[in-house]
């Protein structure tokens, strides 16, 4: 894996393009101009899209921008990686196959410069996580892959439009924050303990890196409120947020 490895999570692109989701948009794609730049790679780690499920002959056309800037990443010979999240864990061939150079629909663990890296969304990572974790098996069955096909796409898409509204991006409380930091943190120490020297994971939306003994964990922030990116430059891993004048 080409370095530097560049570490992006919950961006949560939207189909309905408003203001706020084109200024959005903007933003991300100077990072990832910033990072053609360096020749390196692009790993996203879930939750890319808000929503996405590839129907057989069909894509979403709502993403075709973001598309573009991928194919012009990659003429430019930065390699782009994407782990599945929770939110978009229904990819088909065109993402598999064309789009990126490589996807993980589990916690991937790579080596690179001698490093050992965990990469994972986070989702169902957490002790307390039972009911979610027997849901993700449910929504990432083929059988329940094969029957949401049978909805009409415009139908499907409303459905996820609606669902991802009533739902809540908002940071969690500075209460709910410790909780995760402390699971989180010996998780991580775990797998620093079975030869791991990082651990990079999303889904929590924090934005922070902590040094736990010789290893580190970078625990991603989201971009609505804390648009951040975690790098590796072949010889360390920090964590940077991220604005337009950046």
Same mark, same amino acid.
């Given at each position: ?33 910033k990072i053609q730049s360096t020749g390196g790679t692009c790993f996203f780690v879930g939750d890319l899209f808000d929503f996405y499920f590839e129907y057989p002959d069909l894509i979403p056309k709502g993403f075709s921008d973001f598309y573009q800037k991928i194919y012009e ?88 439009? @609606? ?5 809540? #991006?908002?940071?969690?409380? &500075?209460? !709910?924050? /410790? *909780?995760?930091? =402390? ?12 030869? @791991? ?5 999303? #889904?929590?939306?924090?934005? &922070?890196? !902590?040094? /736990? *003994?010789?290893? =580190? ?30």
């Amino acid at each position: 894996m080409n370095t530097p490895v560049y570490f992006i999570s919950d961006i949560h692109l939207k189909t309905e393009t408003t203001p706020e989701e084109i200024q959005r948009r903007k933003s991300l794609y100077k990072l990832l101009d910033k990072i053609q730049s360096t020749g390196g790679t692009c790993f996203f780690v879930g939750d890319l899209f808000d929503f996405y499920f590839e129907y057989p002959d069909l894509i979403p056309k709502g993403f075709s921008d973001f598309y573009q800037k991928i194919y012009e990443m990659k003429k430019n010979n930065v390699d782009v990686h994407f782990l599945l999240g929770n939110h978009d864990y229904w990819v088909g061939s065109f993402i598999t196959e064309n789009l990126m150079d490589k996807v993980y629909f589990k916690d991937a663990i790579i080596e690179t410069n001698g490093k050992r890296f965990l990469i994972t969304h986070g989702d169902g990572l957490l002790s307390w996580d039972h009911g979610y974790r027997l849901l993700k098996k449910v929504i990432r069955s083929k059988f329940f892959i094969w029957l949401f096909k049978w909805i009409h796409p415009t139908i499907a898409y409303k459905i996820a439009n @609606f669902i991802s509204k009533s739902g809540s #991006h908002d940071n969690h409380s &500075e209460k !709910f924050n /410790i *909780n995760i930091r =402390k699971e989180i943190k010996d998780i991580a120490q775990s797998h620093f303990d079975n030869g @791991f020297d990082y651990m990079v994971c999303g #889904h929590y939306h924090l934005g &922070e890196i !902590f040094s /736990i *003994n010789k290893g =580190k964990l970078a625990i991603l922030g989201d971009w609505f409120f804390k648009p951040t990116y975690a790098v590796f430059d072949g010889t360390d891993l920090s964590i940077h947020n991220w604005n337009d004048n950046a």
